[in-house]
T-cell receptor, first 111, second 112 residues
Framework: NAGVTQTPKFRILKIGQSMTLQCTQD?????MYWYRQDPGMGLKLIYY???????DKGEVPNGYNVSRSTTEDFPLRLELAAPSQTSVYFC??????????FGPGTRLTVL | GESVGLHLPTLSVQEGDNSIINCAYS??????FIWYKQESGKGPQFIID?????DKRQGQRVTVLLNKTVKHLSLQIAATQPGDSAVYFC???????????FGSGTRLQVQP
């Protein structure tokens, strides 16, 4: 199993541009999550999903959107990139809630 | 407000010594407390969890202690190795929820 994969690994955006961060898991997990991690800080939950077709806001959802059309994929959309969205983004999945499996992350810089 | 926080941002230990990483929490409604390890440039990795009705749980070289009276959580690593060098996060899960709330992390540095 590849586990949780994320693309791209790195991206530089200009203010106002949009992009989609891709996340795919091959473990048939129902629960998927998007976090952001600012330098030297912990992870903050952006959005999560408990199954295909169901999504919910986390702690810091503003400026982001998600969709969950399949069990495997959970893309995160940034519509109007802002410098405050410069961060490392992690996708995770689980079937139990406590042991979340994380992807390698996407490092995003907005200039 | 509700939060999960850490006492020390950096902990430096000698190889072979035991390490103790501490975490304070304020949300008494949490059902589980969890420890994650994050190596440089990687995503966090699950270490161990403990249910709120337990005081202690042991894993391979790790022990988690939960003191509900003072709302304190600790992770003990026995015979610390260079490969243990990482940032350690505590997290909590509220009853009935599948989302976690993470603390800000402690960096463990293992000196040879």
């Amino acid at each position: 199993n590849a586990g949780v994969t994320q693309t791209p690994k790195f991206r530089i955006l200009k203010i106002g541009q949009s992009m989609t961060l891709q996340c795919t898991q091959d473990m048939n997990h129902n629960y998927m999550y998007w976090y952001r991690q600012d330098p030297g800080m912990g992870l903050k939950l952006i959005y999560y999903s408990v199954g295909a077709g169901i999504t919910d806001k986390g702690e810091v959802p503003n400026g982001y959107n998600v969709s969950r059309s399949t069990t495997e994929d959970f893309p995160l959309r940034l519509e109007l990139a802002a410098p405050s969205q410069t961060s490392v983004y992690f996708c995770a999945s689980t079937d139990s809630g406590n042991e979340q499996f994380f992807g390698p992350g996407t490092r995003l810089t907005v200039l | 407000g509700e939060s999960v926080g850490l006492h020390l941002p950096t902990l430096s230990v000698q190889e072979g010594d035991n390490s103790i990483i501490n975490c304070a929490y304020s949300n008494s409604a949490s059902d589980y407390f969890i420890w994650y390890k994050q190596e440089s440039g990687k995503g966090p990795q699950f270490i161990i969890d403990i249910r709120s009705n337990m005081d202690k749980r042991q894993g391979q070289r790790v022990t988690v202690l939960l003191n509900k009276t003072v709302k304190h959580l600790s992770l003990q690593i026995a015979a610390t190795q260079p490969g243990d060098s990482a940032v350690y996060f505590c997290a909590e899960r509220k009853a009935g929820r599948r989302a976690l709330t993470f603390g800000s992390g402690t960096r463990l540095q293992v000196q040879p």
